[in-house]
C-alpha cells in the first residue's frame, strides 16, 4: 500500500555556522521505501522543535549528532499506519523519534502510547512530554521547591519554563521569569502566572533580581548558561539550588559559557545537579499519570506555538534559536 507514497522530510543542508539560517535544511521529497518485517509505520501529526537539535546538529549533542544530507531528528506524535503487531493496531497515537519528516518506520520498543484520555496530543510534545518531565525533574526532584523558596526561571514561557513555573507555585513558591519582549512579558505574567518577569534584554538582571529577590534566589533552574547563569548565582540566597540544564547561549556556537567561580558556589553552601532528561525517561508514566488530569481538569497552563506544515519547520526552528518564538514550537502536519 504505501509503496507508492512519497515520504516529505526536512534534511540537513549544511552544517550552520553560528545562528542557523533555512538555507541550513532542505525540504525533500523521496519515494516511501517499503516498510521491513516487524517495523511499524507511522504517519507524523504533530512535531516538537527543541533547542537542543542545535547542537545535534552540529554533531556535538552529548557524544552524537547527524551529517549533512541526513533526516533532522526529532521526537513526534504519530498514527500507527502499518502495523503486524497487535499490540500496535492501526490508527494507535504514539510518541517517537519520528524526525523532521512525514513517515517513519519503528520497532515496537521505540514506540510509546498517547494518553488516550489527552483531549490535545501535541500536549504530548510540551507540558506533558519531554518538557515537562524535565520540568519535573528539576523543580521536584533536585530543587526539591517548596513554600517560600524563590525560583528564578530563564526562557521562562518555552516548553520547560513554562511548567517549571506551575511546578514551582503549585508548592508554594515564589517565581521570577526572565524574559524578553512584551509579548513575553504579557504570557509570563498573565498566562503562566510568573509573581514578577524581567526583561533580559531592557532590565539591568542585577538590578532587577534585587528588587524581585532582596533576600536571595532559592533556586535557580538554567537553562541558558551564561552570562545569565554567573548573574542570578551571584544573588543566590545562602543554601541555594542551581539545577543546570540547558545552554541555549552556547548551541549556536559563537558563545562560550565559562560559569561562576567555584568560590561562590562555597560561599553560597550551594547545592549544585545536572540534570539530563533521558535519566528520568523511566518515571514518565507516573508523571503523565498525575499532570495529565490536571491539564485535562484545566489545573495546568500549556503555551504552545505551533506552525502548519512541514516546510515551515526551518524557518520556525531558526526563529527559535534566535529567542524569537512565544512558547513551545510544534510543527502540525495533521489535516
Not at 1 to 25: W, Y
Not at 49 to 55: A, G, K, Q, V
Not at 191 to 203: E, W
Not at 277 to 297: C, G, H, I, T, W
Amino acid at each position: 500500500m504505501t509503496e507508492t507514497l512519497n515520504n516529505s522530510a526536512v534534511i540537513l543542508a549544511r552544517r550552520p555556522e553560528g545562528l542557523p539560517t533555512p538555507e541550513d535544511f532542505s525540504v525533500v521529497t523521496q519515494p516511501l521505501t517499503p516498510r521491513a518485517e516487524g517495523k511499524i509505520r507511522c504517519e507524523t501529526l504533530f512535531l516538537s522543535l527543541d533547542p537542543y537539535i542545535r547542537s545535534v546538529i552540529a554533531g556535538n549533542h552529548l557524544g552524537h549528532g547527524i551529517d549533512p544530507g541526513k533526516v533532522v531528528p526529532g521526537e513526534v506524535v504519530a498514527r500507527v499506519i502499518e502495523s503486524d503487531d497487535t499490540d500496535w493496531p492501526v490508527d494507535t497515537l504514539v510518541r517517537c523519534q519520528g524526525g523532521w519528516q512525514q513517515f517513519s518506520d519503528h520497532p515496537s520498543e521505540a514506540l510509546a502510547r498517547v494518553p488516550t484520555e489527552l483531549s490535545r496530543p501535541s500536549l504530548t510534545l510540551s507540558v506533558l512530554g519531554m518538557p515537562g518531565l524535565t520540568a519535573w525533574a528539576g523543580m521536584v526532584d533536585l530543587a526539591k521547591v517548596g513554600p517560600g523558596d524563590v525560583v528564578v526561571i530563564p526562557a521562562a514561557v518555552g516548553g520547560v519554563g513554562a511548567m517549571a513555573a506551575q511546578l514551582a507555585r503549585r508548592a508554594g513558591a515564589t517565581t521570577i521569569a526572565i524574559t524578553s519582549g512584551p509579548e513575553k512579558r504579557r504570557i509570563a505574567l498573565e498566562t503562566l502566572g510568573y509573581d514578577h518577569c524581567i526583561d533580559r534584554i531592557d532590565d539591568d538582571l542585577g538590578t532587577a533580581l534585587e528588587r524581585a529577590a532582596p533576600d536571595g534566589v532559592s533556586v535557580y533552574f538554567d537553562l541558558v548558561g551564561d552570562p545569565t547563569l554567573t548573574t542570578v548565582a551571584q544573588r543566590l540566597a545562602i543554601g541555594g539550588r542551581v539545577v543546570l540544564c540547558g545552554l541555549i547561549k552556547d548551541y549556536n556556537g559563537d558563545h562560550k559559557t565559562t560559569g561562576p567561580h567555584p568560590g561562590l558556589w562555597i560561599t553560597k553552601r550551594a547545592t549544585v545537579s545536572g540534570l539530563v532528561v533521558y535519566d528520568y525517561e523511566s518515571q514518565r508514566q507516573a508523571f503523565e499519570a498525575e499532570f495529565v488530569p490536571l491539564m485535562e481538569a484545566g489545573e495546568l497552563t500549556a503555551n504552545e506555538e505551533i506552525h502548519n506544515g512541514l516546510e515551515a519547520a526551518p524557518e520556525a526552528f531558526c526563529r527559535l534559536m534566535r529567542g524569537h518564538n512565544n512558547g513551545k514550537v510544534v510543527i502540525s502536519l495533521a489535516d
